[in-house]
């Protein structure tokens, strides 16, 4: 669900509209969450042409706007629950939605390059901060569903090796913003026990190290990959239950984030 410019004059609406629209082409009567993928910000975001990153609290929370909306396709029985997505560095606005205890669960990332929304070591630089909403969400009893945690795909062997990212592992970054992300992610390395086959560790690749530690934080609910095949999907099923890295391992990541990670 997303609202662009065109919708601001009755955003409430036009998720009701969209939600029928959207159960049409499905053909069921109802889903069991309906989330809206405008971050929420505290000042008034530019919508220009098919734009919809971020949305304002005030466009969430004013009559007609987007919790309204939500809210009518709940009472209608369309959807059980609702929730949204944070984008990082908005920890103050997506505290205050989840303060009107309306919303059941949130999406976010959380990965092995920026763990800012459970964790920041102290000196840890990273271009979306989080600020721990991961903790404060499981505090007020809301789930989380968590996307890219491949990091767009650069937690792998192929990517840091000579091959190349991820099929998925597009954005809008600058290559210089992806050239120091893939130095970090060369960093961690070190758990791939396809990569280090002389070092006795646990038989992992990075890939599944990633989803593991992913899935070993309190509060994480779900974790959402970006799956080209039915192998990386299995690998991915597979991490469930596996419980967390060792505590070698998350030491030398700590270490990591403290040695490359800074200012």
């Given at each position: 669900?997303?609202?662009r ?64 909306g939500h ?82 795909g ?26 120091t ?83």
């Amino acid at each position: 669900m997303e609202v662009r410019s065109e919708n601001l004059g009755d955003i409430a609406g036009h998720i009701v509209n969209s939600t029928d629209e959207s159960l049409t082409r499905l053909g069921v009567d109802h889903v069991d969450f309906l989330e809206i993928h405008n971050g929420p910000v505290s000042h008034q975001p530019e919508l220009s042409g098919c734009g919809y990153a971020h949305l304002s609290v005030e466009d969430y929370l004013r009559p007609g706007g987007a919790l309204e909306g939500h809210q009518r396709v709940q009472q209608s029985g369309k959807a059980r629950l609702i929730g949204f997505i944070t984008r990082g560095n908005d920890y103050a606005a997506a505290k205050q939605l989840i303060d009107t205890g309306a919303f059941s669960l949130i999406n976010l990332s959380v990965n092995l390059l920026n763990p800012s929304a459970r964790m920041k070591p102290a000196g840890m630089n990273v271009e979306h901060d989080y600020g721990g909403i991961l903790s404060y969400a499981a505090a007020h009893g809301v789930g989380t569903a968590v996307y890219s945690p491949l990091a767009g795909g650069l937690l792998n062997d192929n990517a840091i090796t000579s091959g190349p990212a991820h099929p998925t592992a597009r954005g809008r970054r600058t290559s210089e913003a992806m050239e120091t992300l893939l130095r970090q992610a060369k960093a961690m390395s070190f758990l791939s026990q396809k990569l280090n086959p002389d070092v006795q560790k646990e038989d992992h690749g990075l890939a599944e190290a990633a989803i593991r530690f992913v899935l070993s934080l309190e509060g994480v609910t779900t974790v959402l990959g970006g799956f080209s095949d039915a192998e990386q999907l299995e690998e991915a099923v597979a991490c469930s239950g596996m419980g967390p890295l060792s505590e070698q391992n998350m030491a030398q990541i700590e270490t990591v984030w403290r040695n490359n990670f800074g200012l």
